[in-house]
Nanobody, 116 residues
Framework: QVQLVESGGGLVQPGGSLSLSCAASGSIANYQAYWYRQSQGKQREFVALAGSDGTIYYEEFARGRFTISRDDEKNALSLQMNNLKPDDTAVYFC???????????WGQGTRVTVSS
């Protein structure tokens, strides 16, 4: 069992930046690590992946603006978000899974609001 706790959300103006963090209760070195988000009234959507093998992948809306990183020594995952837009307003979740998708653990989410 891995517990995940996100932090770093808040209110930011359009064009601003935020850095989200996800702290894991145990080692995530052998897990795939993700960020997802869920806007009000919408389904949860994939944002970015940092694979245990070093693979990095972003959903199209995140490319060029968001940077995912992981620190396996610190059992931590991060998401640096730049040039934020109102459409980025959502609750952001971190997730870790085994290579095949199981097991799967989610954090409780951290809210990001982009508004002037």
């Amino acid at each position: 069992q891995v517990q995940l706790v996100e932090s770093g959300g808040g209110l930011v103006q359009p064009g601003g930046s935020l850095s989200l963090s996800c702290a894991a209760s145990g080692s995530i070195a052998n897990y795939q690590a993700y960020w997802y988000r869920q806007s009000q009234g919408k389904q949860r959507e994939f944002v970015a992946l940092a694979g245990s093998d070093g693979t990095i992948y972003y959903e199209e809306f995140a490319r060029g603006r968001f940077t995912i990183s992981r620190d396996d020594e610190k059992n931590a995952l991060s998401l640096q978000m730049n040039n934020l837009k109102p459409d980025d307003t959502a609750v952001y979740f971190c997730r870790v899974t085994g290579i095949t998708g199981v097991p799967s653990y989610w954090g409780q989410g951290t809210r990001v609001t982009v508004s002037s």
